[in-house]
């Protein structure tokens, strides 16, 4: 997930009326973004093949392979971006998806029920000459569809969804990225024998999808090539590696804001030097900023963690609403564990297992110990005062365990709260409570502050 | 019959009650399982005795403290039960699914109750896929492993295809009284229906296997009436309330087949008594879904509503309810495609979503009216 949805401020009568100071550095991941949309739409002009998947960020494979992917939950955040996840989400529930399901699918399914005919029709309450439905139109539909998610079985019943509303006719592939539960005595953070074991598991998988890909663009695959994408790919994580270490200054020079805004890069977009040049200018802004003293946050104060999956409807608001208190999120769970948090794992020589590897240490796809103790780790190194839990209703690979990370928090004298929200379901966001709950943690916090 | 049935009944509505008297007569562990997939064999084989974790109907009160309402009833009232102390006759729990908010429970039981131990190996989900069966085996002979480090002694081949023969039998047993249920030739009411397969999961099997053979021993007709044949669909992980079995009887229905956890989907495959038993889990796990479709596997050219259409007609309802529980994903994906079928069928269908709080059961009641009304009517146009 990564673009952006640009709606407006929080409240002015919200805290100082300050507003988050934003990277300018990460207008280029914009520029990608749409490079890479309008790439896809012509995807089948160009005589590409074109994959849907979902789940994990598979797509250097596909890049190497030449051929054209969607991912499912950027186009849901596409289409938000675009204003256009309501009536694609509308679809969905005309036809009997009910709201509690994970809303990217619900986007996601909703969009693959809006085609032509009914468009024309009229039966979906959007015109046809809408612009919404002509972005809707653009999407090329599937030669495959690879399904690649880590815990969330949620994301494998999407995605048979997907296969059956395409009329069960389209090819898919299945990899199965099983939990790390952590069971055995030797278990821990990239070690022990279930870690050994899985690595090898899905790293076959990966190479069987190479061939289901090569039986379906009568193409062989090219090894050679994917080491040279992930050479790319892997400097592009040590950068943003590097530049999110930075964040350690105080103040901030960057927040949690500034990397979602720079997830696609590392999510779904091609791995070219574009990456790399992403990265390097976004760690010498941060650089400038800790040279200059600048921070993400006027007159910062707190740092806090977000755990939990991004409310994509409300990036923006919420970037300036913990600044009109003078927090700022420095990191989160989402931002600073999940895409290619292992570089140094790959080797470009033979890249597969160490991708593999990289798949497999989702945080979700770690058994809580194992996650919890990672979590503490960050907000040590990063000196976070409080952790901001988001629990998004329709996520609940994301809200899992999010109760046990709370308790972990306050064990280590840091405060918590819980706002609900969604990930592209704006309908279950409550913004009132979080500005309550917001007030009492800042004053929570000066409180814990004066007693020490 | 009632005599049998009433002691069935009384397990199924306090199973830990059963596993404690169990425990303590016979010095013997018990072993907790979850659903949906998974084969009790292997614990019994260990000399414990393997039950299925089940939905208690307290209110949910402490567990509130670790897990959100937006998730299932069952696994809100597992959390529940883990946090009250109720599993502590438990001396394990063992599973292999990877349902996402059942996962979450079972990281929530290990952090509240430290001294459990949880034997958890993922089992291959896509059971169509080429490694499907060395990954599944596997899976079976790692949790075999583990539960020998548990017992602390080797659990030998013949053990576990003693305890397949008894399991056999038993399923075989219900699902011969499934087969006169939807001939007419057995009394049954969908709440005691209920009791017999619930208390199949908690039972010592010889018990339970002794009880079946008794009620079908005395087994009576039902006597015919003017109702409507509902085939009941749904509630893939536990037991739908025995209230709303009722009221689709009082409402003028006869349950006469269903696809249920707690029914028919928890019985109907066997497992081969003659091979390796890693292989005949294994292929148990892998073709179940080639029998009764669940929407939690990945498997091509398999249609749950086709399944399900194909049902209602051998069991020859006259309509179909669904009992789909609030906030269990799997269903919700699966649900439009199945109205849709029966829709175009022209097959009665309602969906009843259930929660694990107390439920309008009068609102349901003239819901479950007007369908017996449109089922009745689309019978004599027939």
């Not at chain 1, 998988?205 to 193409?219: C, D, N, P, S, V």
């Amino acid at each position: 997930m990564l673009q952006v949805v640009e709606r407006p401020s929080a409240s002015p009568v919200f805290g100082n009326g300050e507003k988050a100071n934003r990277l300018r550095s990460t207008k280029f991941g914009g520029r990608l973004v749409n490079d890479y949309w309008d790439s896809l739409f012509r995807a089948k002009e160009e005589g590409k093949k074109v994959i849907w998947y979902n789940g994990t960020y598979i797509p250097p494979f596909f890049h190497a392979h030449d051929v054209a992917w969607v991912h499912g939950e950027a186009w849901s955040a596409y289409l938000a971006a675009k204003h256009g996840e309501l009536p694609a989400q509308k679809a969905g529930e005309q036809r009997g998806y009910d709201r509690e399901l994970c809303s990217y699918a619900r986007t996601h399914i909703g969009q693959a029920l809006i085609d032509l005919d009914k468009l024309k029709d009229g039966t979906l309450g959007i015109d046809a000459d809408d612009p919404r439905a002509e972005t809707m139109r653009k999407l090329p539909p599937p030669d495959m569809i690879i399904n690649a998610y880590p815990y969330c079985s949620s994301g494998q019943q999407w995605d048979d969804i997907t296969y059956r509303l395409f009329g069960k006719k389209v090819p898919m592939f299945t990899v199965q990225i099983p939990l790390l539960w952590g069971g055995r005595p030797d278990a821990g953070y990239l070690r022990g024998e279930e870690w050994n074991e899985r690595s090898t598991y899905v790293t076959n998988q990966l190479i069987e999808m190479t061939k289901f890909m090569e039986e379906h663009t009568g193409r062989k695959y090219d090894f050679d090539r994917l080491s040279e994408v992930m050479g790319y790919v892997k400097k592009a994580a040590q950068l943003r590696i590097e530049a999110m270490d930075l964040c350690t200054a105080t103040p901030s020079p960057a927040s949690f804001f500034d990397w979602i805004v720079s997830i696609a890069p590392v999510n779904f977009l091609p791995g070219d030097q574009n990456l790399v040049t992403y990265f390097e200018g976004v760690k010498a802004e941060i650089q400038d900023r800790i040279a200059n003293g600048e921070g993400a946050v006027k007159d910062e104060k707190y740092r806090l963690f977000f755990d939990g999956m991004m409310n994509w409807n409300k990036v923006g608001w919420l970037a300036d609403k913990f600044a009109a208190v003078n927090a700022c999120v420095v990191a989160g769970r989402y931002t600073h564990m999940s895409f290619w948090q292992e570089p140094e794992l790959i080797d470009l020589k033979s890249p597969v297992r160490g991708m593999a590897q990289n798949y497999l240490i989702c945080p979700n796809n770690h058994g809580a110990p194992i996650m919890i103790g990672e979590i503490e780790k960050i907000c040590d190194k990063f000196g976070v005062d409080g952790m901001i839990m988001h629990a998004s209703r329709t996520c609940r690979g994301m809200s899992n365990s999010q109760f046990l990370i709370a308790e972990s928090a306050k064990r280590n004298g840091r405060q918590a709260l819980f706002f609900e929200g969604d990930v592209a379901d704006e309908s279950f966001y409550k913004d009132e409570l979080l500005n309550t709950r917001l007030e009492a943690m800042i004053e929570s916090m000066d409180a814990q502050r004066r007693a020490a | 019959m009632e005599a049998v049935l009433s002691l069935l009944e009384e397990v199924a509505a306090q199973p830990l009650d059963y596993a404690r008297r169990w425990k303590q007569e016979t010095g013997k562990r018990v072993i907790g399982l979850f659903p949906m997939h998974f084969p009790g064999e292997l614990a019994h084989a260990a000399g414990a005795l393997p039950i299925i974790i089940q939905e208690d109907d307290k209110p949910i009160t402490v567990g509130q403290s670790n897990v959100f309402n937006f998730y299932c009833g069952y696994n809100r009232s597992v959390i529940d039960q883990a946090l009250r102390g109720e599993f502590e006759v438990l001396d394990a729990i063992l599973f292999g699914d990877h349902c996402v908010q059942l996962l979450g429970t079972a990281d929530v039981i290990r952090a509240n109750v430290p001294e459990m131990p949880i034997l958890f190996n993922q089992l291959c989900s896509t059971l169509d896929a080429s490694w499907a069966m060395s990954e599944t085996q596997g899976t079976f002979r790692q949790l075999w492993r583990e539960l020998e480090a548990l017992v602390g002694r080797p659990i030998g081949e013949d053990e576990v295809r003693a305890s397949i023969r008894l399991f056999n039998r038993n399923r075989g047993l219900m699902r011969r009284l499934y087969d006169m249920r939807r001939r007419g030739q057995i009394a049954l009411t969908a709440r005691q229906m209920q009791a017999i397969v619930k208390s199949s999961m908690v039972m010592d099997k010889t018990q339970h296997t002794a009880l079946l053979e008794k009620l079908i021993a005395q087994a009576e007709n039902r006597p015919r009436r003017d109702v409507v044949r509902v085939f009941l669909s749904g509630h893939m992980c536990h037991a739908p309330k025995p209230a709303i079995l009722d009221l689709v009887e009082e409402c003028g229905g006869i349950v006469v087949d269903d696809d249920l956890y707690t029914g028919y989907r928890y019985i109907f495959a066997d497992i081969d008594e003659a091979g390796p038993p890693v292989d005949a889990f294994s292929n148990w796990y892998l073709t179940r879904n080639r029998q009764v479709p669940c929407p939690t596997r990945a498997m091509k050219g398999m249609d749950w509503e086709d399944y399900l259409l194909n049902a209602v007609g051998k069991a020859d309802a006259q309509g179909m309810i669904i009992l789909m529980v609030k906030f269990c994903e799997p269903h919700m994906y699966f649900y439009p495609e199945i109205k849709e079928a029966f829709e175009r069928n022209g097959v009665p269908l309602l969906m009843l979503e259930t929660e694990h709080e107390e439920m309008p059961l009068e609102a349901l009641k003239t819901r479950i009216e007007t369908f017996m009304e449109i089922a009745k009517r689309r019978a004599v146009a027939a």
